[in-house]
């Protein structure tokens, strides 16, 4: 289960005696290589103990809302934006009941409050609390919230009597929440994404070159694959996971990925320009490491070609997207470069602390024709999602226009 890879899941844990199966749950979420960050109401530290899903996690687990030394590692307003999905299995009847009017009085209630992200609810409890209408109508509000409930099965409980209430399987709940980060809006399309920075050499130990990780062009590639997008990735040099069954072209300066980007461009539907492309080369790069025997040392630089412009520039070109990133004016300086190089979409983001470059977390306001959208700030990987959805709503919008 390739969607699960990297993937952020707090896993919440609520008070009832399908807890132990939580452990299970963590264990599978793992071997498919989540990142799972576990929250635990008092109640279920009575059935389980922290220090079991500590073990299988590998990361501290959060069972207070005012606890000093947790709040100063990870806050809860950091835990609710760090994560790409929340999974509350089990979800109690009395954690439905808090969580549909909206309860913030412990940890968990807290984060749900708190999240932007989906949240995924596996109720688990007494047949008879499950088929009481106080149950169902707790439901039913958390469902037209957008929330995701998954089963409950029926069956042999745990005090003897049988009927619906029982938790999902462990093998079926990891099945749901990664199939949930899959779609097929962009099936039968093929993307280009560069990502990353590139590399300007001086001599041959020295270049100039940006902070880009790539982290947002990767992203970009992972959600497209997740989209069901065939994907080329031209990236410049990173330390980052080679996404899984994207075609991947490494390359090292602004002319090499000027180069690999013209040689796919022309089976391209869409083309999504993350990378930080250097705007300048040095002019002569020295054959030889240059010696510090000069006071001052001159460098005389030449322009790249913006990859991005050439392709909005040629004559059936794809549907372009740009991104931008500014330290000032965002979006007078977004807007701009939408129209100037001719695109169909930029998104734009602040670049500063803790945001944007070489971070995990982003904002992004997208601009498109004379309409814009805010994606507030969350993980690079849940924005290049509802980036992927917007762009792929614009590219039919387009071409639903072209045919018409
Ligand atoms: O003009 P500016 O560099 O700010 O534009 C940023 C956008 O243009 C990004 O999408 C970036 O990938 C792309 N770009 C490019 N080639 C360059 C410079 C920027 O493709 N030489």
């Keep these: 289960m390739h969607q699960l890879k990297g993937k952020r899941i707090l896993l919440g844990i609520t008070g009832g005696i399908a807890a132990y199966k939580a452990a299970v749950l963590l264990r599978l979420l793992r071997l498919h290589d989540?990142?799972?960050?576990?929250?635990?109401?008092?109640?279920?530290?009575?059935?389980?103990?922290?220090l079991t899903m500590q073990a299988l996690s590998g990361k501290p687990v959060h069972t207070e809302l005012l606890d000093l030394e947790t709040e100063s590692a990870m806050g809860h307003i950091d835990l609710a934006r760090w994560a790409d999905l929340i999974l509350i299995a089990p979800a109690s009847a009395n954690f439905i009941a808090r969580y549909s009017h909206g309860f913030a009085e412990d940890?968990?209630?807290?984060?749900?409050?708190?999240?932007?992200?989906?949240?995924?609810?596996?109720?688990a409890m007494n047949q008879q609390m499950w088929l009481n209408p106080a149950t169902g109508e707790n439901l039913e509000k958390?469902?037209?919230?957008?929330?995701?409930?998954?089963?409950?099965?029926?069956?042999e409980q745990a005090c003897g009597e049988n009927g619906p209430g029982r938790m999902l399987e462990a093998e079926d709940i990891v099945a749901l929440v990664a199939k949930s980060f899959t779609s097929n809006i962009l099936s039968g399309l093929r993307l280009l994404v560069t990502a990353g920075p590139t590399r300007?050499?001086?001599?041959?130990?020295?270049?100039?070159?940006?902070r880009s990780s790539g982290r947002m062009g990767y992203a970009v590639a992972n959600a497209a694959l997740e989209a069901g997008a065939e994907v080329s990735l031209v990236s410049g040099p990173v330390s980052l996971p080679v996404p899984d069954r994207a075609e991947v072209i490494q390359v090292t300066s602004a002319q090499e990925m000027y180069n690999a980007v013209m040689q796919k461009i022309k089976n391209t539907d869409i083309f999504i320009s993350a990378a930080a492309v250097a705007d300048y080369s040095v002019e002569t790069i020295a054959v030889q490491k240059i010696k510090k025997s000069n006071a001052s040392l001159e460098l005389s630089l030449t322009k790249n070609p913006d990859i991005l412009a050439e392709v909005a520039a040629l004559q059936s070109p794809p549907f372009t997207v740009g991104f931008a990133a500014e330290t000032e004016d965002l979006k007078a300086n977004a807007q701009t470069k939408l129209q100037s190089k001719k695109l169909d979409m930029i998104a734009a983001n602040q670049v500063g602390a803790d945001l944007g470059f070489?971070?995990?977390?982003?904002?992004?306001?997208?601009?498109?024709?004379?309409?814009?959208?805010?994606?507030?700030?969350?993980?690079?990987?849940?924005?290049?999602?509802?980036?992927?959805?917007?762009?792929?709503?614009?590219?039919?919008?387009?071409?639903i226009n072209k045919t018409h």
Excluded: H
């Excluded at 992004?364 to 290049?384: C, S, Y």
């Design 358 to 399: 070489d971070s995990e977390m982003n904002a992004l306001t997208v601009f498109w024709g004379n309409e814009q959208k805010e994606l507030q700030q969350a993980t690079k990987t849940r924005l290049a999602k509802t980036l992927i959805t917007l762009i792929a709503e614009q590219y039919n919008e387009k071409n």
């Design 142 to 155: 958390i469902k037209s919230r957008g929330i995701t409930v998954l089963g409950p099965a029926a069956g």
């Design 34 to 50: 989540a990142d799972v960050r576990v929250v635990m109401t008092r109640n279920a530290c009575e059935f389980i103990t922290p």
């Design 107 to 123: 940890l968990l209630s807290t984060l749900c409050l708190a999240t932007t992200a989906p949240v995924f609810v596996a109720p």
């Design 200 to 210: 300007e050499a001086i001599d041959p130990v020295r270049y100039i070159s940006n």
